[in-house]
Every structure is written in C-alpha cells, then in structure tokens.
C-alpha cells in the first residue's frame, strides 16, 4: 500500500510539472540575398537556407531547433510558411533560388519543403509551380493552398499525417498578376487571393481538388498578406502600396454571394510588407518596411521599419499602437492568446518580440539570432 501510495504520488507531481503544449512558430529564414544601402543582390558563397523554430508560448520566447537545407525565399510575401493545427509538421515554400548558371542571379524555384517539426527534419520536397510562395491550411489541416507567384496557378496539397502529396495545380490567373498568397476561411469553403501585379484579389470557391472564382475586387496597389476572420466573415488585406505612398489595409465582407469592400485604412508607413491576424480574430499586425530599404541619401530614407498593431471589431480597423523594429523587415506572427508579437528583421537577421497589453505594444528587449534574413513566419494558430 506504502509503495503504491508513493507511486501515485510521484505521478501526480510529474503530471503537475510537466510543460505545457508548445505554440510552435517557424521562421524561414532566407541566407542567399543581402540589401546594402536599398540595393539587394546575391550573398557570396551563401549558406543554405534554413527555418528555426520557436515556442511562443513561453516568456521569453523559446527557441526549440534550427533545421538547415529548408529552401525559402524573401521574394513573395511572408506568408510561405504554414503549420498543422497539431503542431507536427510545417510546409516551407520557396519562390526564387539562385541561378546557377550565374549566381548573380535568381530564378524561380517551385518547391514546398515537408518538416517534421518534433523530429526537427526534413522529410519530403514537393515541386508546384514557378514562385511558390504564400501557404494556408484548412482548419482540419488535410489540405493546403500554395500561390505559384510566377504562375498564376495555385496547387492543392492533400495531407495525411506526415505524408504530403500534390493533388492538382489549378490556373486561376494571368501570370502577370503575381498571384501571391491564398487565405481559407474557416470552413475551407472560400479563400481570398491576392494579386500582387495588378492590385486586386480574387475570392474563390475551394473544393478538396477544385477551385473557381466567384469575384474580383480591385484593391490599392501591391496587395501581398490575407487573413480571414475566425467567422469568416470579412478578409482583412494588406497593401504595399505604390512606390510614393503608404501601405493599405482593405476589409472585405466575403459572407455574401457579392463580397464588397466595406473599409479602407491608411497605416501611416511606406509598404506594408507583412500582416497575421491573432487567431481570435480581435487584432492585426502589420510590418512596414518605413523607408528602412531606401538608399540612406533618399529623401525618404529611414533607420528603422515599423510594427503596427490594429483591434478589429466587426469589420473595422481601429490603430492601437506602434513600434519601431528593424529593417527590411518582413513576417509577424501571434501566440495563441495574442499577447506575443514576433516580428521579422531582414537586415539584423532576427526576430524582434514584443508583447501585446491589449493593444499596447511593449518591447520586451528580446532578439532571437535565426542566421539569415527572417524572411516569412507562422504559428499553428496565426490567421
């Protein structure tokens, strides 16, 4: 009886310490590019790309494994990582890789890196079309949707645990248009993609091996990031912008059979590179590049990026705070309950993290090294 009380005992107190679940993020980190004074080119003699993945459920933020050879790419918007709802497995996307007939150069590349995120591996590469860049997963993580930049196209890949294969690659629009990312409502009924080169977005029908589109809104310049609402209600997209104004966001009411556009929002900061919405829906961050990737003698040269940081109620965006982060700076990411911000800087080859007061952004002082430019990010529960 002693032994078996004493047995149960010390159960009870593993059980209590034991960690909580992890809230995985992965970065991937592109080594091939440097930026010098607004001018980017190819590094000499370059690493392999890489991703590192974090735990941002912890304070600070954790760092759980850096797994190499992960192809990835600055090019395309930071949304070319994706994670299963249980954690497991991450798909990496890369839309350029250097030419190796002359590595001044870069070409289109067309894979999808499949990572066992607890055996910290690389098991599979699947190749879907030229400039495979922004990735979503349905909720039930069984499907997955890769935007071909280069291609117009957008592939399905089917997912059954560990093991993912291409199900089809679908056309969608002219090549031209630079069709960036594709966001999938909660029921993975609908999803709203981007198109970069033209500035409007499409919402489409999604079916397990179909796609087809139900309507096209014009949007201001440069539309890259799309998140969709926990409701699936609206679509929040972010702008770069044209070349002599600032980044955009624009609210999309996709609930009907006629989606409208229902708001509009200035960030106050040249190109808006990146944007993730919390997974509950109530707050968008946003990455601006600020005039961080100007030459230092252009009159709108600045030091540093800007993380920005919105509520969003009903389809509205309200500002709730700001804060200066590094420089060509790309990916933001939430922890689960939305009070972590990771924030990715190109040019320091970091991850910036702060925290989330209920709208006021608070640098914690915390920078993760990642070994090359923090080029996209995700966690499991980023919208």
Sequence with gaps: MRNTTIASVCVGLSLVAAPAWAQIAVSSNDHKVQQVNGVTSNADNPTPDSITILDLGQSPVKVLGTVN???????????????TPDESVALVAASTQIDPADKTKTKPDTKVSVVDLKGQKVLDTINTGPGAAGISLTKDGKRAYVANRMAGSVSILALDGNKVSLVKTIDLVPAAALLSHVAVSPDGATGVATRNGDGKVAVVKLGPDSISEKATLDVAPRPYAVSITPDGKYAVVASLGDPKANGMYTVIDISSDQPKIVGTVDIGHESLEGSMMSGDGKWVAGIAHGGSTRPKDAPQFKPNGMLVLYRLDDGKLTKTSEAPIGAWSQGVSFSKDGKTVAAQNMIQKNIQVFKNDD?????????????????????STDR
Excluded: C, F, M, Y
Excluded at 74 to 81: H, K
Excluded at 362 to 375: L, N, P, R, Y
């Design 69 to 83: 050879n992960v192809p990835g790419s600055v090019v395309g918007p930071p949304t070319s990582v994706a994670i």
């Design 359 to 379: 709208g006021k952004l608070t640098d914690t002082g915390q920078k993760i090294e990642v070994g090359g430019g923090a080029a996209a990010i995700r966690s």
